[in-house]
């Protein structure tokens, strides 16, 4: 449970919030690279409560500006891209990618004065198959080189999605090992009473895992470990990456076949956009994933099944063994119920916590800690700027089968082949 002013604290994303400061000290994902195609059309984008337009000028080269023209506010998102910039349709003033005003055709020669004029405008930079922008103060750091990011481009796709509350909700259900063994039982396979491969066993067979923490020079990563009914010690590692990030293991039985990251950047506080980089060890099925996606998401980018439609449940599909929600059985679908549903804001001073959702509980003493560092120091946790040290060493993310008696930390500590804090990154390596 959160105080009132605990929980604005957390969710408020508004240019000169607490919480707004912590989130533009990194850079985050505002859209996918498919979006942004050379000679795609300008996108409009609202990111932390801030009105943006995200475009490529004629040579190609990205740039994201204020959504409305200095000159009287007209959204230029509808402009033409011509003579290096974006052209305001009302008067025709022009913009280059870094905002500063080129021209201004509807005032005389001598009477111009666009080198005075400049949108707000904020660096962008391509990675992962996502356009990401720095919208903080200062030196921006560096992107972080995750492997899930950095790998070659058949082991990786980027995808985002529109949810309708706060980007803190968003976050939680993806820290939360224990809703796996409710939400999304019996996710996996085909909905024809059939559960070849289901993933169901290893999360319903032990409702409430046991779980280890540790702080990393990254975040926070989450060890979940739970007995089979055979006997079987099954682990899952987790990650929360500051500020908004975090990456859930594939829930498939060992050996997993990759992980995936994710970001939940606010839209403003009551919408986020969850961004979903799919990593594979091996060749990913592009084609696959990018199928069960579009079944999913509509083309406003928001679930297919929706608050308006109460998620097209089916109760007669729930009475069956093999649908716990009735919501059919795409994962992110069950997530954006769970958190839509808590409200735009949830009311966390209304909440009752129990022992398994202490990941919930550091994440937000993390969350809490890292604005309070910020307003002591100037400085956010986990900020890169020195390209060597842009390795991660401490990372990794999957699930697995351990020895009796050995437990998460231990098991990360054997298979990185380190101590905490440091070392190579074999698990990360390509
Ligand atoms: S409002 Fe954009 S040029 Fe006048
Ligand atoms: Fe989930």
């Given at each position: 449970m959160l105080s009132k002013a605990q929980n604005d604290l957390v969710t408020q994303c508004g240019p000169g919030t607490p919480g707004g400061k912590l989130l533009r000290s990194y850079w985050q994902p505002i859209a996918t690279d498919e979006e942004m195609p050379i000679g795609g059309h300008p996108l409009p984008l609202k990111v932390m409560d801030e009105e943006l337009v995200l475009f490529r000028d004629d040579k190609g080269r990205l740039g994201l500006i204020g959504?409305?023209?200095?000159?009287?506010?007209?959204?230029?998102?509808?402009?033409r891209v011509e003579n290096g910039g974006l052209r305001c349709l009302y008067h025709g003033w022009l913009f280059d990618i870094n905002g500063q005003c080129l021209d201004q055709p509807a005032e005389p020669d001598d009477k111009k004065f666009c080198h005075k004029v400049r949108q707000t405008s904020y660096p962008v930079q391509q990675k992962g198959g996502a356009i990401w922008a720095y919208m903080g103060e200062g030196q921006a750091p560096l992107i972080p080189d995750f492997q899930f990011l950095a790998a070659s481009e058949e082991k990786r796709m980027a995808f985002r999605v529109i949810q309708h509350c706060n980007w803190l909700q968003g976050l939680e259900s993806s820290i939360d090992p224990s809703h796996v063994s409710y939400l999304h039982r019996l996710s996996a396979g085909p909905v024809d009473g059939s559960l070849p491969g289901s993933n169901a066993r290893m999360f319903s067979e032990d409702p409430y895992p046991r779980l280890d923490i540790e702080n990393t020079s990254f975040g926070v990563r989450i060890h979940a470990l739970r007995k089979m009914a055979n006997g079987e010690n099954y682990l899952r590692v987790n990650n929360y990456l500051y500020p908004n990030g975090t990456t859930p293991a594939s829930s498939e039985p060992p050996p997993v076949s990759g992980y995936q990251g994710r970001w939940y950047v606010p839209i403003d506080d009551t919408k986020h956009a969850r961004f979903e980089f799919v990593y594979q060890h091996k060749k990913l099925d592009k084609e696959g994933f990018a199928k069960t996606r579009n079944q999913n998401v509509a083309p406003d980018l928001r679930?297919?099944?929706r608050m308006e439609n109460r998620y097209l449940q089916d109760r007669e599909e729930q009475k069956?063994?093999?649908?716990?929600?009735?919501?059919?059985?795409?994962a992110p679908t069950h997530d954006a119920f769970a958190i839509e549903t808590a409200g735009e804001i949830q009311d966390r001073t209304q909440e009752h916590l129990g022992s398994t959702d202490i990941v919930i509980i550091e994440v937000r003493k993390a969350l809490l800690g890292a604005m309070k560092q910020m307003q002591a120091t100037g400085e956010a946790p986990g900020l890169l700027r020195n390209p060597a040290q842009n390795t991660f060493p401490d990372f990794i993310c999957t699930g697995d089968y351990i020895p009796d008696g050995e437990d998460g930390p231990a098991y990360c500590r054997r298979v990185l082949g380190v101590g905490p804090g440091g070392g190579p990154n074999k698990v990360a390596a390509e």
């Open positions: 959504l409305h023209c200095a000159h009287r506010g007209t959204d230029l998102s509808y402009g679930h297919v099944r069956r063994d093999d649908s716990y929600t009735g919501m059919g059985r795409h």
